[in-house]
């Protein structure tokens, strides 16, 4: 049986490098003293061909071999 690769959304911080992009994505958490809904983040280093992406735009990204020093996702 073939594993799923792991898929992620969010938005497009910078893609100002050629085949490069910059994603945030934000996971909502609970904290576990208090019982509050917490913003995460983390940025994301993505393969992409396309160049027309822009900032602010939704992306999906999905795990892949090691490109580069940074690059481990590829937009999809």
Do not use: D, F, N
Not at 69 to 76: E, F, G, P, S, Y
Request: with cysteine; charged share 35%.
């Amino acid at each position: 049986m073939k594993s799923q690769r792991k898929i992620i959304e969010g938005i497009v911080v910078s893609a100002k490098a050629p085949k490069m992009v910059v994603v945030r994505v934000v996971r909502k958490l609970r904290h576990p003293k208090y019982g509050k809904l917490v913003e995460k983040s983390k940025k994301y280093y993505a393969h992409t061909e396309k160049e027309g992406l822009k900032e602010g735009q939704p992306v999906r990204l999905a795990a892949c071999r090691p490109m580069s020093r940074l690059k481990r996702w590829r937009v999809i």
